[in-house]
Every structure is written in C-alpha cells, then in structure tokens.
C-alpha cells in the first residue's frame, strides 16, 4: 500500500500535518497541495483544533520545494495551464496559512527552499534549527523566487536578500531569525518534545519555552560589502561591484559574481525589480500577485524549460541561456513580463 504523501493527525488540540516524501525532501506535488488545503479547512472549522503544525518526514528536509519534475512535464505536454493552476492554487493557500485564526508554527528543520518557504516562513510561529538551510534558489532554473518569496527576500536588512536571491544561495538559522524569515531557534533534538506540548499548551507559550539563543548570522555580518556591492539598480553595476571587491581581495564577493553568472540572465534582471518592487509595496498578496504575473510568462520561456532540464533532468549542470548574456537581456522583453495583470486569473 502506498503511503500517502501527506499525512494528518489530531494530538489532542494540535492538528499536525507532515510533508511524507522523505525520499523527494518531501518536494510538494499538486496533490499534496490539495490535500493539505482540504484538510486545513476542515481543521479552520473544527473547535477542537486549536492550533496547527506543519513538519517534514526525515531529518533532512521539511520541503525542498515544488516537484519542479512535475511542472516541467505539464509544460512539456502542452498543458500548462496545470502550471498555472498549481501556482494559483499554491498562492492561494500560502496567504490563507498567513491569514487564518488560528496559531500556526512550522518547524524549518533541514533544507526548506522554494514552496517550502511558502508554507512556513509566512506562519505564526518560525521554528529553525541548527541543521536549518532556507533559500529561494529559483533563478537556478531560470525562474523566479516566489511564493511570497521576492517581498520576504526584499526586506531583509539591506542587501542581503537581493545576494540571497541574485546566487541562488541559503542561509542558516542565524540569519533566518535576523532576516525576518524565522522567529525562534530550537536545536532539533527538542522538536518532539515541542511538539507534545503544543497538544495542549498555547503556541506562544511553547516556542517561548524551548527557544534558545541563535547562533549569530553569518551573512549579516557581511553587510558591509554586500550593501555596498547590491545596492545598485542594474545587475550588471552589481557584478561590477562584486569584480571589485573581489580583485581587492574579498573571496565571498568573487564568489558571488561566479554564481551569478552561471545563473539565467533573465531571471537574474526579474528578480531584481521583483525585490524592487515587494520594497515599494509590501506584503504577501501584492507580491504572489506580482510573482504569479510574471511566472506565468517565465513558464513557458525558453530558460525555465532549459533550466530544469540541466539542474534536475539530465543534472549536466551547464544550462544554455536564451539569451546568455544580461546585456543581452531586452528591457522591452522584462516590461512585458511585468505588464500582464494576471490578478484577476489569482484572485477570480
């Protein structure tokens, strides 16, 4: 009998929903998202839940992200409108686990990258650990961070989410908590004692009470070079600035440009004004909205297709970029990214 690969389970006034693909890093699939969409409005109506919780099966992952192998089949196919409604959907129960009543608190134990984060970095309660890694590493596969992605990477203290998103990079616990995408560290041989106690013991009280002291961040003790090499408007001007940095002696800031460049140039110069404008309108709808508007054109672009082939099909790791060089990249072509107001197709 196969496993389902979400399972649910009421422990006396906790509804805890566990991500089962342990096998994938528990990667969401359409069904999965359904499942859990389902059973959260079930749990929204029911007294006797008070609050939920939202793990991974394994020590390695609470979600690595989407089952990008799945998208890319629907795209491949013809169909991708069942991209689209996968991503509608997504959105749409991201801002409802923001939104709803009641106490939520997700344990980011492992690698929790893309959809992963959508599912846990907009809760109530943020729980890392010392085994924690968060990212958005979507330009990797030439597309862009979303699930409310682009708006939490853009206000992060100066520019450290616009290194994060631009090198496809992660980051551990420490700056988690200062970045504003996690709350409360809790080292990870204590998450099923915590977890007990959330069955009758208020959320608040119960992340206060096994909290401990985060290690510091390691990026943002970096500031200093990175607010100076990011704070520009174009990519371009940002890896200069890296070049820089790196010829007079900064490894990190060569590192960064290397990383840069390997990713898709397209996606790189979407990214940026996504971080741009999540800084001028802020908050989760406004920037699922402006993701969802953006990636439905991506979806279908070259670099995504290209982009999943060379990461995660044949792994060959040496993408063709269409085109391959930012300046190469139309500003006509981002505009019309940009323009489509796909709200409606969100939201209707």
């Not at 566990?18 to 359409?30: E, G, H, I, K, V």
């Not at 608040?204 to 909290?211: E, G, K, Q």
């Not at 500003?331 to 197709?345: G, K, M, Q």
Request: aromatic letters at 6%.
């Amino acid at each position: 009998m196969t496993a389902s690969p979400v399972l649910f389970d009421q422990r006396g006034h906790l509804g805890l929903i566990t991500l089962n693909r342990p096998r994938q890093l528990n990667a969401l699939s359409f069904e999965m998202l359904r499942l859990i969409g389902d059973q959260v409005d079930a749990w929204l109506a029911d007294p006797s839940i008070r609050q939920l919780a939202l793990v991974g099966a394994g020590d390695r992952a609470l979600c690595a992200g989407g089952d990008i192998a799945e998208s890319r089949e629907a795209i491949e196919a013809g169909t991708p409108q069942l991209f689209y409604d996968f991503l509608g959907y997504e959105y749409r129960l991201d801002v409802k686990l923001n939104e709803m009543s009641k106490p939520y608190v997700t344990l980011m134990d492992g690698i929790t990258f893309g959809g992963g984060l959508g599912l846990s970095a907009h809760a109530s309660h943020r729980i890392v650990t010392e085994r924690s890694r968060l990212g958005m590493p979507e330009v990797r596969i030439g597309y862009i961070p979303d699930v409310g992605g682009s708006w939490r990477l853009a206000v992060m203290p100066g520019e450290v989410g616009m290194h994060l998103a631009l090198t496809a990079g992660s980051m551990g616990a420490g700056d988690a908590i200062e970045g504003g995408l996690a709350d409360a560290y809790v080292p990870s041989a204590r998450l099923a004692e915590l977890l007990v106690a959330l069955e009758t013991d208020d959320a608040d009280a119960v992340v206060a009470r096994f909290s401990a002291p985060a290690p510091a961040g390691e990026l943002h003790a970096q500031r200093d070079w990175i607010d100076a090499a990011y704070r520009h408007e174009l990519v371009e001007d940002m890896l200069a600035a890296l070049g820089d940095l790196a010829e007079a002696g900064n490894a990190a800031a060569g590192e960064a440009a290397a990383s840069i460049q390997q990713m898709s140039p397209t996606s790189l110069v979407a990214t940026a004004r996504l971080l741009r404008d999540a800084r001028k309108r802020p908050g989760l709808r406004s920037s699922v909205s402006r993701e969802y508007r953006v990636g439905m054109h991506l979806a279908t672009a070259p670099d995504f297709r290209e982009g999943v082939r060379a990461r995660v099909v044949d792994k060959d790791n040496n993408p063709q970029w269409q085109p391959a060089r930012l300046e190469d990249v139309a500003p006509a072509e981002i505009e019309r990214l940009f323009a489509t107001d796909a709200t409606a197709a969100l939201w209707g």
